[in-house]
């Protein structure tokens, strides 16, 4: 049967902006009877830098393959290199080919027969890929035993997938009884019904908590049709049954260093995994298939290791402890998993880092002066009983229909007044501003630190004598200067500070204040009076000269329930009415640096 379509709004806008004559692979998920086109790899003209597309799979999330090619200008020569990957191809017998021309009009066709035929398509927003999909994502600690030479490694990594896969291992289901069983007899469901979807498993998970629309037990109450910001992760967790194997028991054994096993001379070692993979799948899929997607997650996740460590071997002549990073890089709209050492025994700027990071840039077809796959990129996922909001503003309706939009790039955490048990209401404001801003530099993989408190805010204040020692445990309000100091100190950012003698000025910034968002990306504090807030975004028409800010504001005193913070306006478009025409504004513009 010929599939449907679908192509991600990120493809198409990757898409325009490919400039050179190129060819790339396609990767998406099959569905129900519909391709989705999540991404694609750009090859290289240059032989030693081409990544086999057989390894790039690797690195997508499970149940997300090689689909097609995409062609950059003529492509005289689709039909014989659709024949050369068709054997790759597993989730569908019609390999898609999408060509863009010279004029930068898109084609989609199906491989079919041996011959190309036009297909049309559907473009899907990020929002419909966070409602209709879901990730499952297991976490487990492995061994492998082996010899340091590239023989034993490989030899070594294939048996432990193939014990893996032989089903002597089973999966339980984070917070619940659940228990996904392997076997000869093929996958068996403990705790629930084979037939039970994945979304109805993740409710299980959440049924005794607030399900952020302001009810209890995953009933939604909200009149709002709410646009999802994140995809819903089930968290999973690995059991080993019980074997009279040695090396089974092994399996369940954590380390955190690679050691020598000298006993008898055998000369082997010892790797500790730290496994860490994420499988994509339709919200229907039923439980009873989650089984032997979960056991081919770990062996990608298994063949990405063995390749670090072959690549490790060749370059250090040893090979150290690593784990999975999950990057969801801003534009690319899907998640791509690299292994790296952990730690810092392979600091960021070493060469070998710095090389894999450059190939990776030149694939996707990214800025070199901005990071993408640093180990500070790694994806963020919510922990234990974290209830922060992320990006509450994609369920934002703007205002002007002839306005140009230019909001916030990347990802970001609502930081608001109460929060973390702490009273700060009635002064905190700029300090949760900071807090927010701090975040997104953290989420974009500018830091790896963690967000500081108001006692760590103060303390610096004090000890770089900005402020006096009784600073400290005050309740004293701090400034745009001060955010655009603790920026520099928390991040190491530099910020530009734009100055307004009065709120009726700020509609004379629309051009600057756009210009800011579609260069630099990052949320700005503002403050004035008594009061900050943080700007994620203008929206401006400049024949009209009308504005509207979007307005984050850290003044919510509330639980983090994006149904509340939306409706009651905590987050939403403001007209140039919303600041007092008799105070002035001071705004922390913080500045991306250049990080590859």
């Known amino acids: 049967m010929t599939p449907k379509l679908k192509l991600?709004?990120?493809?198409?806008?990757?898409?325009?902006?490919?400039?050179?004559?190129?060819?790339?692979?396609?990767?998406g998920i099959m569905t129900q009877g519909t391709l989705t086109v999540l991404g694609f790899i750009l090859e290289s003209k240059e032989e030693s830098t081409t990544m086999n597309y057989r390894k790039a799979q690797n690195n997508f999330p499970t149940e997300v393959d090689l689909c097609g090619l995409i062609k950059?200008?003529?492509?005289?020569?689709?039909?014989?290199?659709?024949?050369?990957?068709?054997?790759?191809?597993?989730?569908?017998?019609?390999?898609?080919?999408?060509?863009c021309d010279a004029n930068g009009d898109l084609k989609a066709s199906l491989f079919k027969h041996g011959q190309l035929?036009?297909?049309?398509?559907?473009?899907?927003?990020?929002?419909?890929?966070?409602?209709?999909?879901?990730?499952?994502?297991?976490?487990?600690?492995?061994?492998?035993f082996c010899e340091l030479n590239e023989k034993s490694i490989a030899e070594n990594s294939f048996i432990l997938r193939k014990r893996l896969a032989s089903g002597n291992v089973a999966f339980s289901l984070a917070g619940t009884g659940v228990i996904l069983n392997g076997g000869s007899t093929g996958c068996q469901v403990v705790g629930a019904s084979g037939e039970d979807t994945v979304e109805s498993l993740n409710a299980l998970t959440v049924k005794t908590e607030d399900d952020g629309f302001g009810s209890k037990g995953g009933k939604k109450k909200s009149p709002l049709n709410l646009i999802p910001s994140e995809y819903q992760v089930l968290n999973i967790n690995m059991l080993v049954k019980k074997s009279k194997d040695t090396q089974d028991e092994r399996l369940r054994r954590e380390a955190c260093n690679v050691t020598i096993d000298s006993k008898?001379?055998?000369?082997?070692?010892?790797?500790?995994?730290?496994?860490?993979?994420?499988?994509?799948?339709?919200?229907?899929?039923?439980?009873?298939?989650?089984?032997?997607?979960?056991?081919?997650?770990?062996?990608?996740?298994?063949?990405?290791?063995?390749?670090?460590?072959?690549?490790?071997?060749?370059?250090?002549?040893?090979?150290?402890?690593?784990?999975?990073?999950?990057?969801?890089?801003?534009?690319?709209?899907?998640f791509w998993t690299c292994v790296y050492p952990v730690g810092d025994t392979v600091p960021e700027d070493d060469e070998f880092l710095l090389d894999k990071r450059r190939l990776l840039h030149q694939q996707f077809g990214v800025p070199a002066n901005r990071p993408y796959f640093r180990k500070a990129n790694g994806f963020r996922f919510k922990e234990g009983k974290s209830k922060l909001l992320f990006n509450p503003h994609v369920g934002v309706k703007r205002q002007l229909t002839d306005g140009k939009l230019s909001v916030v790039q990347g990802r970001y955490s609502y930081h608001h007044y109460m929060q973390d048990g702490f009273n700060d209401d009635g002064?905190?404001?700029?300090?949760?501003?900071?807090?927010?801003?701090?975040?997104?530099?953290?989420?974009?993989?500018?830091?790896?630190?963690?967000?500081?408190?108001?006692?760590?805010?103060?303390?610096?204040?004090?000890?770089?004598?900005?402020?006096?020692?009784?600073?400290?445990?005050?309740?004293?309000?701090?400034?745009?200067?001060?955010?655009?100091?603790?920026?520099?100190?928390?991040v190491k950012v530099d910020s530009k500070i734009m100055h307004v003698s009065s709120g009726a000025d700020l509609a004379m910034k629309g051009s600057e204040l756009a210009y800011h968002f579609e260069t630099q990306g990052t949320p700005i504090m503002i403050g004035g009076g008594v009061l900050a807030h943080t700007i994620l975004g203008v929206d401006f028409d400049r024949n009209t000269g009308d504005l509207k800010f979007l307005i984050l504001d850290p003044h919510y005193t509330g639980v983090d329930e994006v149904g509340t913070v939306l409706a009651k306006g905590w987050c939403?478009?403001?007209?140039?009415?919303?600041?007092?025409?008799?105070?002035y504004y001071n705004l922390c513009m913080p500045q991306r640096p250049y990080i590859f």
């Open 8 to 27: 991600s709004d990120f493809v198409l806008k990757r898409i325009a902006k490919v400039t050179a004559q190129c060819s790339g692979e396609l990767f």
């Open 72 to 99: 950059f200008g003529p492509c005289s020569d689709a039909e014989a290199h659709l024949g050369e990957i068709l054997q790759d191809v597993d989730i569908t017998d019609n390999p898609i080919l999408l060509n």
């Open 117 to 144: 035929e036009a297909i049309s398509y559907e473009v899907i927003s990020e929002a419909d890929l966070f409602r209709d999909y879901m990730f499952l994502r297991l976490q487990c600690s492995l061994e492998l």
């Open 264 to 334: 008898n001379g055998c000369g082997k070692m010892r790797v500790p995994l730290q496994v860490d993979v994420l499988s994509m799948l339709h919200k229907e899929t039923k439980s009873l298939l989650c089984y032997d997607v979960l056991v081919e997650s770990i062996c990608r996740a298994l063949r990405l290791m063995e390749h670090s460590f072959l690549e490790q071997l060749d370059k250090f002549s040893q090979i150290y402890v690593s784990k999975c990073y999950h990057m969801y890089p801003d534009g690319l709209g899907h």
């Open 427 to 490: 002064w905190g404001c700029a300090y949760r501003s900071l807090q927010t801003l701090i975040s997104w530099f953290i989420y974009q993989g500018y830091a790896d630190v963690r967000i500081p408190s108001h006692d760590d805010i103060q303390k610096y204040l004090v000890r770089v004598g900005d402020k006096p020692a009784t600073f400290v445990g005050s309740r004293q309000w701090i400034g745009s200067t001060e955010v655009s100091m603790c920026m520099n100190e928390f």
């Open 572 to 583: 939403g478009w403001k007209g140039i009415e919303f600041w007092d025409k008799k105070a």
